[in-house]
């Protein structure tokens, strides 16, 4: 009797068809997010007219730390339209450190900037859903370069974790700063400097950009890091 069931092999792998569509498909997500995050950040700085007020340069300079150089610093590990693949490991991580440093130079001028603009205007500080995001991405931004310290100087600091722990935390952490700065980009769009600037169907295009990106880095760290630790687990 023939059966109606359809025989697989147990450990058939997909096609090599499949396969190189599917790397093709992360390389192109990769570089996609690549342009997101720069041109949004072109198009923050080129909305927010930096030198016209205080203000002006808060979003410019958030938009850089967060949406250029947050995203550089991460997708620069990435195996797939990295445009630095032809770097050694060890390279790779020099420029992770010099990308981080700039987000913590660029977000603290930012926030000084905000603090400045709000003394100078005499408004309330802390007040917006948005402002309370900020302050909790900033400080666990500082917080996670600080973990990014003691994962690379173990032997300095001795921590009581081993490397590769240290590593993992680092990887978790850094994945949920990034994710509380996209949150904190989002919750940007709603403010009204924002919606006074972008209206219509751009203001619905601009929400959903910010999300890209951050798909493209969780895939990216739960697959180097989260998927690897519960496998050998």
């Not at 072109?42 to 300079?61: A, D, E, K, N, Y």
């Not at 060890?90 to 001028?109: D, E, M, P, S, Y």
């Not at 032997?155 to 978790?172: I, M, V």
Request: proline share 6%; hydrophobic share 50%; glycine share 6%.
């Amino acid at each position: 009797m023939r059966s109606d069931v359809e025989y697989s092999p147990v450990g058939e792998g997909p096609s090599p068809r499949d396969f190189w569509l599917y790397v093709w498909l992360r390389r192109a997500a990769v570089i996609a997010a690549h342009v997101t995050g720069l041109g949004l950040t072109l198009i923050i700085s080129v909305l927010s007219r930096p030198g016209t007020s205080l203000f002006s340069w808060h979003p410019m300079c958030m938009s850089v730390a967060y949406c250029l150089c947050m995203t550089e610093g991460i997708l620069l590990f990435s195996a797939e339209g990295s445009p630095f693949c032809f770097k050694s490991r060890q390279g790779k991580v020099r420029l992770h450190w010099f990308c981080q440093a700039l987000v913590l130079i660029a977000a603290a001028t930012g926030l000084g900037f905000m603090v400045a603009s709000k003394n100078v205007s005499e408004l309330p500080h802390l007040v917006t859903w948005h402002s309370l995001l900020g302050v909790c991405t900033l400080a666990a931004t500082v917080l996670q370069a600080a973990c990014g310290i003691c994962a690379v100087f173990p032997k300095l600091l001795r921590p009581s974790s081993s490397p590769p722990r240290l590593k993992l935390y680092h990887a978790t952490c850094g994945l949920v700063v990034y994710l509380l700065a996209t949150v904190t980009v989002v919750s940007a769009m709603f403010s009204d400097w924002f919606q006074a600037t972008v209206k219509g169907v751009a203001w619905w295009a601009f929400l959903l950009l910010p999300i890209f990106p951050a798909l493209v880095v969780m895939n990216q760290i739960t697959n180097a890091y989260l998927t690897r630790k519960k496998v050998t687990s």
